[in-house]
């Protein structure tokens, strides 16, 4: 079965420095897709950021970047200038399946605290 | 509409009961999945449809669990013969037409299910 680990169940950070979220995962495919999501006590699930397997640049998205390392299957999520409204869980979700099949594939969550 | 509308956002129901919780996914977005969402674990996938066409539904816990999505738009996920485990938070998801895998999806809030 295909899994994905987020290794660290809580995380905190101070108000306006910088955290990294990590995850990784196992595949056998080559050609896949990988994201973010952020989930607020609200619970709906919000795009972070999304990566391409097959692309060497490392996505970014404002404050948000990733460190895709496709040899290793790490896909970690770095927040920069945290906020308050960072906090949330965050859940890393390749889309591991072959073709047809677009579930993604969640890990269990990190849940990020912002100190301020 | 602006997003992926589920309703209800909170069901209570007595073990045996059946329920159904529906899905209206963002307009013009063809694709649409169901997850299932434990308490204190990542979604995992249900079920995924392109347009009506119910083309994975590999997730599906036990034959109790029924999916459909008749014009292709509105979905409802029913559940019969209820039991306790079947509670947690059911997150419905949708998007454009994923050739590739790319596109993401775009999350409700969730219904909530407490089985009692």
């Known amino acids: 079965a295909q899994t994905v680990t987020q290794s660290q169940p809580e995380m905190s950070v101070q108000e306006a420095e910088t955290v990294t979220l990590s995850c990784t995962y196992d595949?056998?495919?080559?050609?896949?897709?990988l994201f973010w999501y952020k989930q607020p006590p609200s619970r709906q699930m919000i795009l972070v950021i999304r990566q391409e397997a097959y692309k060497q640049q490392n996505a970014t998205e404002n404050r948000f970047s990733v460190n895709f390392q496709k040899a290793a299957k790490s896909f970690s999520l770095k927040i920069s200038d945290s906020q308050l409204g960072d906090a949330a869980m965050y859940f890393c979700?390749?889309?591991?399946?072959?073709?047809?099949?677009?579930?993604?594939?969640f890990g269990k969550g990190t849940k990020l605290s912002v100190i301020p | 509409g602006a997003g992926v509308s589920q309703s209800p956002r909170y069901k209570v129901a007595k073990r045996g009961q059946d329920v159904a919780l529906r899905c209206d996914p963002i307009s013009g977005h063809v694709s649409l999945f169901w997850y299932q969402q434990a308490l204190g674990q990542g979604p995992e996938f249900l079920t995924y449809?392109?347009?009506?066409?119910?083309?994975?539904k590999s997730g599906l816990p036990s034959d109790r669990f029924f999916a459909e999505r008749p014009e292709g738009s509105v979905s409802t996920l029913k559940i019969q013969r209820t039991q306790q485990e079947d509670s947690a938070v059911y997150l419905c998801?949708?998007?454009?037409?994923?050739?590739?895998?790319?596109?993401?999806?775009?999350f409700g809030d969730g219904t909530r299910l407490s089985i009692l």
């Open positions: 595949t056998s495919e080559s050609d896949y897709y």
């Open positions: 998801a949708s998007s454009l037409r994923d050739v590739r895998g790319n596109q993401p999806q775009h």
């Open positions: 449809f392109q347009n009506e066409a119910q083309l994975d």
């Open positions: 979700a390749p889309r591991l399946s072959g073709a047809g099949s677009y579930q993604l594939t």
